[in-house]
């Protein structure tokens, strides 16, 4: 088992790392919130009852940032009428999502039965890595403005109700040809049931994160304001992990946090884990930065894509969604792995990370001591920590090692991380602490999607995951 006080001063031991997307990375998280939106336009007279509304994305793999608005979102029931469930518009982060749900708003919805949705967006903002694995800051043509579901079953919206999910499939709504890129968003709408149980201890992370600056803690409440949307509205219990601190009267508005979360019944989320993010020393501002590294100076830093961030200095987050950091690494730094995965042990491999196996391809996350935004924008590290990011591609052979399921995935076409770290395969484990986001076992031959850590093995990669989007772990 990997001591993660090996990687961590004293006075950040108890610090967990950022996760996943985050991440925001600028990241934007998704702009999300569980926060309930106000009454919105609707000639649907029914009474209404709150609904979690959750946002994920269907990927990319050429993309590494992939910001958009979503304007509005009507839902249209059986007899024609409609109602309004997002009163503002907010900009979300696609690519920290991929393999990864965040909260996107609480809304009041008219019990009713509905049959299509029609989701309006504008703003699109693109940074791919082109074949030469170069990253391309793009402008995109938005060809459209307007999206239209209808639903191959009618969702019934009512008091057992828990969240619907939105997902924008980055995969068919993006078009690269040479330099021009085109934005044609494609989404699909569904229900998604509520959690029967809480996740265990020991899971690396739920599937479900949200990041964020908090604006009040205490009892068994925490609400935090995410880098785009309403704020959200998380309860705890004693089951809740808390990493960097002890009780939620601890936390100070202003502070960064990272919250691992799952829907129950009657659409409350519950945090499984919050993490506090650390603050830079000599009292300056906390920002986060998360996001692919596209290339290493080793000894002196690294560039990044940057998805999502937070902190006074990059706020608001959209501003950094498709910007390429420069980052400053001194002796000073900090370098470990995220306190989210709490099982790594058993592997035949030393899971590590440090300036010296930190390479193109990984996903961070950034603590930054201090930012500067004019063009080009850089950032000076004082914590850098290796965070979930989601791999898709083939299953190419199976096999276990101890508790781990054990897969090949060979990468997808256009992968952008492929091209970044020029691997073609990636070794794959799963456990029990793999959550499954879907119900089918996974086989040779499958196309499949992982979220974990990658870990550089002198030139070889492996992932340890911790939610499978697209398949249960199978023997």
């Known amino acids: 088992m990997i001591d993660r006080t090996t990687f961590l001063p004293t006075e950040i031991k108890r610090f967990l790392s950022f996760a996943a997307g985050l991440s925001l990375t600028a990241g934007l998280i998704a ?7 106000p009454d919105a336009v609707s000639n649907i007279t029914s009474a209404a009852v709150d609904v979690p509304v959750l946002i994920t994305d269907a990927p990319s793999d050429q993309l590494v940032s992939f910001s958009l608005t979503l304007n509005t979102i009507v839902l249209t029931d059986s007899a024609g009428k409609t109602v309004s469930i997002l009163s503002t518009p907010t900009t979300v982060e696609i690519c920290h999502l991929n393999g990864v749900q965040a909260p996107l708003i609480t809304a009041k919805i008219p019990q009713d039965t509905y049959v299509s949705a029609t989701i309006t967006f504008s703003n699109p903002q693109i940074t791919y890595i082109s074949s030469s694995a170069t990253p391309v800051v793009a402008t995109p043509t938005l060809a459209t403005t307007s999206y239209t579901i209808t639903f191959q079953s009618p969702i019934t919206i009512n008091n057992s109700s828990t969240s619907l999910l939105v997902d924008l499939l980055a995969g068919q709504s993006v078009a690269i ?10 989404f699909s709408l569904k229900p998604v049931p509520p959690a029967t149980a809480v996740p265990p201890m020991g899971k690396n992370g739920t599937g479900m994160e949200q990041k964020g600056t908090v604006v009040s803690a205490g009892g068994t409440t925490l609400v935090i304001q995410p880098g785009s949307g309403p704020n959200f509205t998380v309860t705890t219990n004693s089951s809740t992990v808390l990493q960097g601190f002890t009780a939620l009267s601890g936390l100070t508005a202003g502070q960064l946090v990272e919250v691992d979360f799952t829907v129950m019944t009657g659409g409350v989320y519950l945090a499984s884990r919050i993490e506090l993010e650390p603050a830079p020393p000599n009292g ?5 930065l998360t996001g692919p590294i596209t290339s290493v100076a080793a000894g002196t830093g690294f560039k990044m894509v940057v998805m999502q961030g ?3 200095s990059v706020s608001p987050v959209a501003s950094a969604a498709t910007s390429v950091f420069s ?3 001194n002796s000073s730094t900090i370098w470990a792995i995220t306190p989210q995965f709490v099982s790594l042990s058993g592997l035949p491999f030393t899971p590590s990370f440090s300036p010296t196996n930190v390479v193109a391809g990984q996903t961070v996350g950034v603590i930054a001591s201090s930012i500067s935004t004019p063009a080009p924008p850089s950032a000076t590290a004082a914590n850098v920590y290796l965070i979930p990011q989601t791999v898709g591609g083939t299953i190419t052979a199976k096999a276990t090692s101890g508790i781990y399921n054990v897969y090949t995935l060979t990468l997808a076409s256009g992968s952008a991380f492929a091209a970044l770290s020029g691997a073609s395969t990636i070794t794959v484990y799963t456990s029990s602490a793999t959550v499954p986001m879907a119900t089918n076992a996974i086989a040779v031959n499958n196309n499949v999607r992982f979220n974990g850590l990658v870990f550089n093995l002198g030139g070889k990669f492996a992932m340890v995951a911790g939610c499978s989007p697209d398949g249960a772990p199978g023997p």
Request: aromatic share 0%.
């Open 31 to 37: 702009g999300c919130s569980s926060a309930i939106s």
């Open 177 to 186: 040809s040479g330099t021009t890129v085109t934005v044609t968003p494609v």
């Open 327 to 329: 980052v400053t690494t």
């Open 310 to 312: 937070l902190g006074p």
């Open 284 to 288: 300056q501002p906390q920002n986060l």
